[in-house]
């Protein structure tokens, strides 16, 4: 009989006349998997009753070590930190693969991840205790003990709340990269994502205590908690290594080719429509420049507006790369054509330019190249650390931390021995509708099934992925850290196969 944690897994994983067509052709191979990947949640077999924390701990750690190793092989994860709590102690701590592949460095206890989102839940248990504190208000104005506003509008100082920040209804936006400092809907009419509202956090939290952010943090959270390897500090330590990220050729090529085809596209459009309506014209070839010029630009703000300068260096340097080889591998397919005679005039004349068969044994050997290059999108690339570039203290990105550390946190989420029953009780039970069976909590996300409640909240970073998992009717959860951005699909099996329940814990 098959065991319940071997769960079976579905497969995962741009431009010109003749180009326009290999740009659809690129958009469905990257965009295609991705959406069949988000409708198949892969939930865990039924038979898993009570998931692993029913089975024996030996049982549980054997299986652990046979099933993820498998995974991470099979989604080209390098490294995996995961810790898993049951009863409210740590029954598992257990690390996978390597935190650096060039370096040849293995994941260990103490490798830090970069955790994104989660830090916002450990900035939001923060805040709590500053409101058992009476330094803060949940329902208050955040600029109520401003000196200067941190945002624009007076309006929306007056309106934007802790509450509304915690629960992702402030209307700040969710670029952290750029963060803009005004609403772009009402506060607290609806539920959007907002890394910014952290940033509003991490300010009015720095001005309220008189600290700077990490020196707050680690009073309130680090050292009572005992998460003696986190911090919000960019850059690594000694004591402490950080784990190099990883991400898929296609897609940081998807992050830049698509907003440069959409561009392209919706430049070349208006200019047929002006060159035969206004300038009575036909578009010939030399105008493409233009929409060419514009499409680069276009991306190239994309990318740096969306993901800050540091990840634009990376997308943009690998999109210039690719362009050079695949056009210097459609240069040699059409050499080869030409030796073979395919690409001379058929006519049995001599001609003047380029005649049709030669235009089209040009785009045919452009498309092949396309083709001949798409084993490599699947292939993993480091992400580079900018020297040059020193990241700022962020409580929406910047967080780094490890599997343990954030177990003894869901511990005393589940707990509340630290803040105390009432401040825990609020910050679990006041509760903003997100759809169908996910709400928000205060700092923490909740999936509420027809037979009991999960606590959860996913991280993302350039390269990474994690997943933290609480069931308090059990005292119990599961986290999980990877250093690859394909980690999340790996992060879901394990808590699903863990815990036991057939579910999905992101944002749909």
């Not at 579905?10 to 409708?39: D, E, I, K, T, W």
């Not at 450990?122 to 504190?133: E, F, G, N």
């Not at 420049?289 to 943009?316: D, Q, R, S």
């Not at 550390?405 to 401040?423: H, L, N, T, V």
Request: with cysteine; proline share 7%; glycine share 10%.
């Amino acid at each position: 009989m098959q065991k319940p944690w071997r769960c079976q897994t579905s497969p995962r994983g741009l431009s010109g006349r003749g180009g326009l067509a290999a740009v659809f052709f690129l958009a469905a191979v990257f965009l295609m998997p991705q959406a069949a990947r988000a409708a198949d949640p892969r939930p865990a077999d039924p038979r898993a009753e009570g998931g692993m924390l029913s089975w024996p701990r030996a049982d549980m750690v054997r299986a652990l070590g046979i099933f993820v190793p498998e995974r991470m092989k099979e989604l080209d994860v390098p490294g995996v930190g995961i810790a898993v709590v049951a009863d409210g102690e740590i029954v598992y701590s257990g690390t996978f693969g390597k935190a650096d592949k060039r370096a040849d460095a293995p994941v260990t206890p103490s490798t830090r991840f970069e955790a994104g989102e989660l830090g916002e839940a450990v900035a939001a248990y923060a805040a709590i205790s500053m409101v058992r504190d009476k330094l803060l208000f949940l329902d208050a104005p955040l600029s109520r003990d401003l000196p200067k506003p941190w945002l624009r509008d007076a309006g929306d100082n007056a309106r934007v709340t802790l509450r509304q920040v915690l629960t992702n209804t402030s209307g700040l936006g969710d670029n952290a990269a750029h963060p803009s400092h005004v609403t772009s809907f009402e506060p607290g009419s609806r539920f959007s994502h907002s890394g910014v509202g952290f940033l509003y956090l991490q300010h009015v939290m720095e001005v309220v205590s008189g600290q700077p952010f990490e020196e707050a943090m680690s009073q309130r959270a680090f050292k009572p908690l005992g998460m003696d390897t986190s911090s919000y500090l960019p850059g690594e330590e000694e004591h402490a290594p950080l784990a190099r990220g990883y991400v898929p050729v296609g897609f940081l090529l998807t992050s830049f080719y698509l907003p440069f085809a959409i561009s392209f596209i919706v430049i070349v459009t208006l200019l047929w429509a002006l060159s035969r309506f206004t300038l009575q014209r036909r578009v010939e070839p030399a105008d493409m420049i233009w929409p060419a010029a514009g499409g680069l630009l276009f991306a190239i703000g994309m990318v740096w507006w969306g993901l800050g300068v540091g990840a634009a260096f990376f997308v943009i340097g690998i999109a210039v790369f690719y362009a050079l080889g695949v056009s210097a591998l459609g240069a040699f397919f059409y050499y080869l054509a030409y030796i073979a005679g395919i690409a001379r005039s058929r006519d049995g004349f001599i001609d003047r330019g380029r005649g049709r068969p030669e235009s089209i044994v040009i785009a045919g050997a452009f498309v092949l190249a396309l083709v001949a290059s798409m084993p490599v999108f699947n292939h993993m690339l480091r992400v580079p650390v900018w020297p040059f570039l020193r990241e700022s203290v962020s409580a929406a990105s910047s967080f780094r931390t490890t599997a343990p550390d954030m177990a003894r946190f869901m511990i005393e989420i589940m707990d509340g021995r630290q803040m105390g029953p009432k401040m825990q009780a609020r910050m679990l039970n006041e509760r903003v509708p997100v759809e169908g069976p996910y709400f928000w909590c205060l700092g923490l996300g909740l999936r509420q099934d027809r037979d009991h409640e999960t606590l959860w909240t996913r991280g993302s970073a350039t390269g990474f992925e994690s997943l933290m998992v609480m069931d308090p009717s059990r005292r119990a959860g599961v986290v999980v850290l990877t250093n690859s951005r394909e980690g999340a699909a790996l992060a879901q099996d394990v808590a699903r196969n863990v815990l036991g329940i057939e579910a999905v814990w992101s944002l749909p």
